[in-house]
């Protein structure tokens, strides 16, 4: 299995600190700690790339390489979060995502086409469509 991990980006707001950060010379502050997380717990033999598209973007050949495109998102990262989900079905990859937004409104990933849901901690639920 080839698994593609993306971050989604965070929008730019007064709150996102985008000045400070140019001027500090970085490019984010918010770690996706969860998601290189289950990339830790991902089956060894699994191929795995990940992406923080806060700080850098996949490109064509990773979205061509996957069979697997994982998200995890907060809600802020709702614009970005749909957009992958629906290009990755546009593309016919399998969708999993996760993190405190799928947790809270499983719903909304449902609604753009993700295949499985991680909800909370647990493992991954196929969804039957």
């Known amino acids: 299995m080839k698994a593609l991990l993306l971050y989604p980006q965070f929008p ?13 010379g970085l490019k984010a502050v918010i770690p996706p700690l969860g998601i290189i997380t289950v990339a830790a717990l991902l089956p060894k033999e699994w191929e795995i790339r990940f992406s923080d598209r806060n700080v ?10 996957c069979d697997l495109v994982i998200l995890s998102a ?10 992958l989900i629906q290009k990755a079905v546009r593309l016919g990859k399998k969708v999993s995502v996760g993190g405190p937004y799928p947790t809270s409104v499983p719903q909304d990933a449902l609604d753009s086409g993700a295949h ?11 969804l039957t469509r």
Do not use: C
């Open 56 to 65: 850098n973007l996949e490109t064509a050949a990773d979205w061509e390489w």
């Open 12 to 24: 730019q707001s007064f709150w996102s600190y985008d000045r400070l950060m140019e001027i500090a």
């Open 116 to 126: 499985y849901l991680i909800l909370d901690r647990g493992p991954a639920h196929p």
């Open 74 to 83: 907060m809600i802020v990262q709702k614009a970005d979060f749909h957009a």
